[in-house]
């Protein structure tokens, strides 16, 4: 089964009291000053099939079962109009998936939090706070945070967010939104594949 397309795709999680992740989730949001806390890319196969690759909290998974990844989840999913090899793409992933590269906790909660506080300190007092955390794409490589995974991956296939390790939900939705074509924004368990 091959690879058509890849596709990127902004994630809202609701606010739910009675799980314990959609406090991290709001907390982004509230640090990040954004709509959304989440990034994953999306797989499209020859035989019509879809799939979710993300980072989540016990690493890389594909979720081939959209629609029970999709829950209650508000998604806004663009194309990216650049050429790639799906092969090459499609065995990265694989070996990503297999792999499991960990979670950056330390990125998402501590570098991340400090630059969203650095950035919002820099537009309103016009201080010059900087990013804190790695600066060395190798370092950064040993363990990702969702958007950081899925920048990454543009940067392999077709040498796009050189400095990955700087990407947020937010960044990302607002770089897609400027660039490329969106394809579907709604709840996710609403989504057709004709929409793709």
Known sequence: MDLVEIYNVSVHHPFRWNK?????TALIRFFTRSHWNHFALLEQYEDGSVAIVEMNNDGINRHKDFWAWAEDKEIRIFSFDIQY?????QTMLDIMVKIKVKYDYRGTTWYGLLYAIGNA??????TGVKWLG??????????FYCSEFA??????LADR???WYLMTPKALDA???????CKYHGR???LTLVDL
């Open 20 to 24: 314990w992740l959609r406090y991290v």
């Open 85 to 89: 090899d799906r092969k090459v793409a």
């Open 121 to 126: 300190l820099n537009e309103r007092f016009g």
């Open 134 to 143: 790695f600066t060395s794409a190798g370092r950064a490589a040993e363990r």
């Open 151 to 156: 920048a990454f991956v543009w940067n392999y």
């Open 161 to 163: 967010f050189a400095t």
């Open 175 to 181: 770089y897609f939104r400027q660039n490329e074509t």
């Open 188 to 190: 996710a368990v609403d």
